[in-house]
């Protein structure tokens, strides 16, 4: 069955400073993946998308991640992390053939350190 | 262009009770698809609905049901609520060509419904 997997919880990170968020999937073809963003009380936020193709994909707030299909991930990367990038952070797949049902990892809550 | 509106905010329901969640999609999109956020959890798939027709369904039990209207909105019906459906509760949607036709295409979430059932 696919899954997802975010092995960290929570992440603190000082402001100015890199950011990787990790990522695992378990997926038997080309998986889409996602990685959404989600503030307190808010829905959730489409940060990027992979389909195919270049496997370094750039999305919204100056975040990106990389496709590794031999190791089964998609981190997210941003160079340096602002006050406002707190938040939680999904990582998702797409199931084929079941309606476009999203598999959502269980999430990592970024704290920014001024 | 409006976005992915969800009603009510939130809603307090007791035990036994029955709950109605409403969505209204995004312009042009006929794919609805609804999410249950348990506190500190993902959210998982309940079900999806394309073009007024059920089109996929998580692990969750009958008492979830569904509906779509021509104009694409949706609702969310629970019945005999239980304390473990208090959950945010997202629905998404997006445009799709077909039931089966595999999707490039975002789902956009709205800002949810926040049930609490006592």
């Known amino acids: 069955a696919q899954s997802v997997t975010q092995p960290d919880i929570h992440i603190t990170v000082s402001e100015g400073a890199s950011l990787e968020l990790r990522c695992n999937y378990s997926y038997g073809a080309t998986p889409y993946l996602f990685w959404y963003v989600q503030s307190p009380g808010q829905g959730l936020q489409l940060l990027l998308k992979y389909f195919s193709g270049d496997t370094l994909v750039q999305g919204i707030k100056g975040f990106e991640a990389e496709f590794k299909r031999s190791q089964s991930s998609f981190n997210l990367r941003k160079p340096s992390v602002h006050w406002s990038d707190a938040a939680e952070y999904f990582c998702?797949?797409?199931?084929?053939?079941?309606?476009?049902?999203?598999?959502f990892g269980q999430g990592t809550e970024l704290s920014v350190k001024p | 262009e409006t976005g992915v509106t969800q009603s009510p905010t939130h809603l307090i329901k007791t035990r036994g009770q029955q709950v109605t969640l409403r969505c209204s999609s995004q312009s042009g999109h006929n794919t609805v698809s609804w999410y249950q956020q348990a506190l500190g959890q993902g959210p998982q798939f309940i079900f999806q609905y394309y073009r007024e027709e059920e089109n996929g369904r998580g692990n969750f039990p009958p008492r979830f049901s569904g509906l779509q209207f021509p104009n694409y909105s949706s609702e969310l019906n629970v019945n005999a609520l239980e304390l473990d459906d208090s959950a945010l509760y997202l629905c998404a949607s997006s445009p799709r060509a077909g039931r089966g036709v595999r999707s490039t295409d975002t789902q956009y979430f709205g800002p949810g419904t926040r049930l609490t059932v006592l």
């Open positions: 998702a797949v797409e199931v084929p053939n079941q309606g476009g049902k999203l598999i």
